[in-house]
Nanobody, 110 residues
Framework: QVQLVESGGGVVQPGGSLRLSCTAS????????MAWYRQVPGGQRDLVGF??????DYVDSVKGRFTISRDNARNTMYLQMNSLKPEDTAVYFC?????WGQGTQVTVSS
């Protein structure tokens, strides 16, 4: 299984931006689909969006604000988050081929 490490989380004001990275221990080029999830305390881990070889898709609450991309040469997937809202506060996880990263905290607060 691939090992995943997220980075890029932090504290940002409403309306701000962050870019999360998910770097894999090995090549991701053979993994067709990778995804981002998020989880709030006491809640379930919810899908944010995914990227495949053909397209990306997102949950309605982040459409138009979040963008997922991948760089197979760097074995890295990204989550660009713009126009952040307090309700985006969560721990963000990446997922690939049955493996999860450790998560990175995103806090949106004034």
């Amino acid at each position: 299984q691939v090992q995943l490490v997220e980075s890029g989380g932090g504290v940002v004001q409403p309306g701000g931006s962050l870019r999360l990275s998910c770097t894999a221990s090995g090549s991701i080029s053979s993994h067709v689909t990778m995804a981002w999830y998020r989880q709030v305390p006491g809640g379930q881990r919810d899908l944010v969006g995914f990227v495949s070889s053909a397209f990306t898709d997102y949950v309605d609450s982040v459409k138009g604000r979040f963008t997922i991309s991948r760089d197979n040469a760097r074995n890295t997937m990204y989550l660009q988050m713009n126009s952040l809202k307090p309700e985006d506060t969560a721990v963000y996880f990446c997922f690939c081929d049955g493996s999860w990263g450790q998560g990175t905290q995103v806090t949106v607060s004034s």
